[in-house]
């Protein structure tokens, strides 16, 4: 299995330069397709219901203080996907890759797993919190979103 660090490598290296912010929801919308296409996590580390939508806390550290990330700047190793996790990323670049950070952020404040985090952590929309968001919530919801019934 990848990790976060080998997903932000492959999406930098296909897509970059980006926002941080970007690659934080790029590989949200990622993990969360390959989930209800594969029924599988795309990679361990788990998404946190930060303010600004979901982050993966040990992806943020890698790009801590930064806005703009370029091709090379999260080292990790894009050959660690296997074909399926590298299809489900590309075919989440190919549909998200027009839109801003401020757009992606947008589209995980709709109802579902990360507004379920923050529910369950009992926060305002600008309190901090780290609050997991569940598989089994990101699954339903992005199996509704392309028609899988379980």
Same mark, same amino acid.
């Given at each position: 299995?990848?990790?976060?660090? /080998?997903?932000?490598?492959?999406? $930098?290296?296909?897509?970059?330069?980006?926002?941080?912010?970007?690659? &934080?929801?790029?590989?949200? +919308?990622?993990?969360?397709? #390959?989930?209800?296409?594969?029924? %599988? &996590?795309?990679?361990?580390? %788990? +998404?946190?219901?930060?303010?600004?939508?979901?982050?993966?806390?040990?992806?943020?550290?890698? #790009?801590?203080?930064?806005?703009? $990330? /370029?091709?090379? /700047?999260?080292?990790?190793?894009?050959?660690?996907?296997?074909?399926?996790?590298? /299809?489900?990323?590309? !075919? !989440?670049?190919?549909? +998200?890759?027009?839109?801003?950070? #401020?757009?992606?952020?947008?589209?995980? #404040? &709709?109802?579902?797993?990360?507004?379920?985090?923050?529910?369950?952590?009992? !926060?305002?929309?600008?309190? %901090?919190?780290?609050?997991?968001?569940?598989?089994?919530?990101?699954?339903?919801? +992005?199996?509704?979103?392309?028609?899988?019934?379980?």
């Amino acid at each position: 299995m990848a990790t976060v660090r /080998d997903v932000a490598a492959y999406i $930098l290296a296909k897509e970059a330069p980006m926002s941080a912010m970007k690659l &934080q929801k790029l590989c949200y +919308f990622a993990y969360g397709y #390959h989930l209800a296409w594969e029924d %599988r &996590q795309l990679f361990p580390e %788990r +998404f946190e219901a930060w303010a600004n939508g979901p982050v993966v806390y040990e992806l943020y550290g890698l #790009h801590r203080g930064r806005f703009n $990330l /370029d091709k090379g /700047d999260i080292v990790g190793d894009p050959t660690a996907l296997d074909f399926d996790e590298r /299809d489900s990323v590309s !075919v !989440v670049l190919e549909n +998200f890759r027009a839109y801003d950070a #401020h757009e992606l952020s947008a589209m995980t #404040h &709709q109802p579902g797993p990360w507004l379920d985090a923050r529910k369950r952590a009992g !926060v305002t929309d600008l309190q %901090r919190s780290n609050e997991e968001l569940r598989d089994e919530e990101i699954a339903d919801f +992005f199996g509704a979103l392309v028609g899988r019934e379980d």
